[in-house]
């Protein structure tokens, strides 16, 4: 009679970072906020009998299930591809423990889990995940994936309910339906106003950092932005990269329809203003910057490389830049309506004012009429008779402050 065998079973797990393997810290002429270090690899051998179960399959609804539109990477994917990041979106989102994914290829485990984090700025207590790879023999039988937690479950929904009731009242000022252009730079200047940048501040690669204590780096800020947007059903997502040397964060937005990109770090003046100082007596920061609020491809890649998550849109519209929104935008040089500009009450109020030229030759033209030829003094009336400026070759800007001092 021949002797009934026991079946083995070869378990290997694995870790895995979150997925930035370095702190984002913000942009160009700042330290990075510190390297995270590849966890070390994790291997054990298990002995079990071969009829024991596996970690059960998580049940999906793919098919009946709808998601919503803001989630931009999510409809980056193959078919495929969504199924594996909502099962790990549910994984995280409620914190459940081993679960077995449909795929066999632990190779796209990292993208789809950036992915996800890209789309859900929510996962704040999320830091990373690990996977096990089932075998029988030598033959791999499955994959299970389970995150890695800051905190527990009620420490999330207890800060969770804390962000919220911090952002109650600047999400009540939004009206729903409203100009979408006027929603996006409503929150834009009331994050800017409200955090400082700060590559020591703790919890700075998610939005705690900026909603609980107010400062943040690139990281933070980029996910506050988009929490703020998808809360209003204005498609955001994080985008990374470097500007420089520096690895950096920033968003790209969807705004009556057309596709942006938005830097809010950027956007905070006195770390990103970058024109050349140009009358002698210093550059003066203006509370808000929007020279990277709402800007085309073409005009951040200027200063930002991409990394290839995945595919993103070409944005070339201008219609909803803040500079054309404004009427601060020229493709000529036309004297009337800078003299509309310079006579605006929005001008005489912050007593500070940036031209943006469509191209280097209108820029050229702007530059030697204006300041050459002196013709800015045809426009305003300074006391002493000398007017501050800066001009930005880069971004073919001019600014100009202290103008009816």
């Known amino acids: 009679m021949r002797g009934i065998g026991t079946g083995r079973r070869i378990t290997r797990v694995f870790a895995a970072a979150v997925f930035a393997f370095t702190a984002l810290c913000g942009c160009s002429g700042m330290q990075n906020a510190g390297d995270m270090p590849l966890p070390d690899l994790i291997g054990r051998v298990m002995s079990e009998p071969e009829a024991q179960s596996e970690p059960q399959t998580q049940e999906s609804e793919e098919e009946q299930r709808e998601i919503d539109e803001i989630y931009y990477s999510y409809y980056a994917l193959t078919q495929e591809e969504q199924k594996l990041y909502l099962e790990m979106l549910d994984t995280l989102t409620d914190m459940s423990g081993e679960v077995r994914l449909s795929t066999m290829d632990v190779t796209v485990l990292d993208r789809i889990f950036a992915c996800v984090l890209n ?62 252009y006027g929603t996006v730079k409503y929150l834009y200047e009331y994050l800017i106003n409200n955090t400082e940048y700060d590559k020591d501040a703790e919890n700075n690669q998610n939005i705690c950092s900026v909603f609980l204590t107010g400062r943040s780096v690139c990281q933070g800020y980029a996910k506050a932005m988009q929490y703020m947007l998808q809360k209003v059903g204005i498609q955001a997502v994080l985008v990374t990269g470097y500007t420089g040397a520096e690895r950096h964060a920033w968003n790209l937005v969807r705004v009556n329809g057309s596709y942006y990109y938005l830097d809010p770090t950027w956007g905070d003046a006195s770390y990103s203003y970058s024109g050349d100082e140009a009358s002698g007596s210093g550059t003066f920061f203006p509370a808000i910057n929007y020279d990277y609020f709402l800007v085309t491809t073409d005009e951040i890649s200027k200063t930002h490389s991409f990394e290839d998550t995945v595919a993103l849109p070409a944005c070339e519209s201008l219609e909803d830049s803040y500079y054309v929104r404004e009427g601060l935008y020229f493709e000529s040089y036309d004297r009337e309506r800078l003299a509309a500009v310079f006579d605006s009450d929005a001008v005489k109020m912050t007593d500070y004012v940036t031209l943006k030229c469509a191209d280097a030759q209108i820029y050229g033209q702007m530059l030697s009429a204006l300041i050459d030829d002196r013709q800015i003094f045809e426009f305003i009336v300074s006391g002493e008779g000398t007017i501050s400026y800066a001009s930005n070759d880069e971004l073919c800007t001019i600014s100009f402050w202290n103008i009816f001092s």
């Open 119 to 180: 789309d859900h700025p929510e996962l704040f207590y999320v830091e990373g995940f690990k996977y096990t790879e089932h075998l029988i023999g030598d033959e791999l039988s499955g994959i299970t994936f389970e995150g890695n937690y800051s905190m527990t479950k009620e420490e999330a929904q207890q800060t969770l309910a804390e962000i919220e009731s911090s952002l109650s009242g600047c999400m009540s000022a939004v009206l729903p339906g409203g100009d979408e």
